[in-house]
């Protein structure tokens, strides 16, 4: 499944479209010139401003409008977002990466405004030495100065973060939780937390920047490319789960 995942998004897709399209230019010369220009003009039009704002965009719910929306929330979970691979800087071998720096952040804000416990999540996507969520959990005592109450570090996706939290936090009677992910990955994240038993209450954090308005919106950029990518896969994430979820109800 992940090595279809990548066949499936930028810039990879773009670069075998180009290359097929190229491979059968000499006999079928209409066929292939489509294929090169859906490739290479595909990857050019992914990464401008105005279509990786849209294609965010429609993924994000609303912010939350303050404390008072977590008054049903019990704890605080939020999710890995990567790791950065021997980090110098803060003398703990690997380090949360940018997206994770970012959850983090929210977490502790709304951790201050409402005095809920933490739940971090994230395991070891690749076998590495550390869980992800104890990566998360010392960046929260000694950067945020905020303590951890829950650490769940045996998860390697989405999906799995669901079902191993929902099982820890159900151990304490934990049934309703704030859910602290980017904007574009949260309502992803809420189906599958929701399916594994739990409420909840999301709180998107890293919302898409509106375009300006100007010339440089279409100005292609290898950011924008980047999140162009990021929210193609949670599409294909959502496109993933409703197949599940249809299965599902064929089964039963």
Same mark, same amino acid.
């Given at each position: 499944m992940a090595m279809l995942k990548y066949l499936l998004l930028p810039p990879l897709a773009n670069g075998l479209l180009t290359l097929l399209g190229m491979a059968l230019w000499s006999r079928m010369r209409l066929l292939g010139g489509l294929l090169v220009v859906l490739g290479l003009g595909g990857l050019l039009v992914l990464a401008t401003p105005m279509t990786s704002y849209a294609l965010r965009q429609g993924l994000e719910p609303a912010a939350l409008a303050g404390p008072s929306q977590l008054r049903e929330a019990r704890a605080i979970v939020?999710?890995?977002g990567g790791r950065d691979v021997d980090a110098p800087e803060f003398g703990w071998g690997d380090a949360p990466a940018n997206a994770s720096w970012r959850r983090l952040?929210?977490?502790? =804000?709304?951790?201050?405004? &409402?005095?809920?416990?933490?739940?971090?999540?994230?395991?070891?996507v690749h076998d590495e030495h550390s869980a992800e969520a104890s990566l998360m959990a010392a960046a929260l005592r000694e950067v945020f100065e905020v303590p951890v109450r829950w650490m769940e570090g045996s998860s390697r996706d989405t999906a799995q973060n669901a079902r191993h939290t929902a099982e820890m936090l159900g151990a304490d009677g934990i049934e309703h939780v704030a859910l602290?992910?980017? %904007?574009?990955h949260l309502p992803r994240a809420q189906a599958e937390f929701e399916r594994a038993g739990l409420s909840v209450t999301p709180a998107p &954090?890293?919302?898409?920047?509106?375009p300006s308005g100007g010339t440089a919106?279409?100005?292609?950029?290898?950011? =924008?490319? =980047?999140?162009?990518?990021? %929210?193609l896969h949670e599409w294909l994430g959502r496109a993933e789960l409703a197949l599940r979820e249809r299965l599902l109800r064929r089964g039963e």
């Open positions: 939020i999710l890995g952040a929210y977490g502790a =804000h709304l951790h201050r405004q &409402t005095g809920l416990p933490i739940l971090v999540s994230g395991g070891r602290v992910s980017q %904007a574009w &954090t890293e919302f898409a920047s509106p919106d279409w100005l292609p950029r290898a950011y =924008h490319l =980047h999140q162009s990518t990021r %929210a």
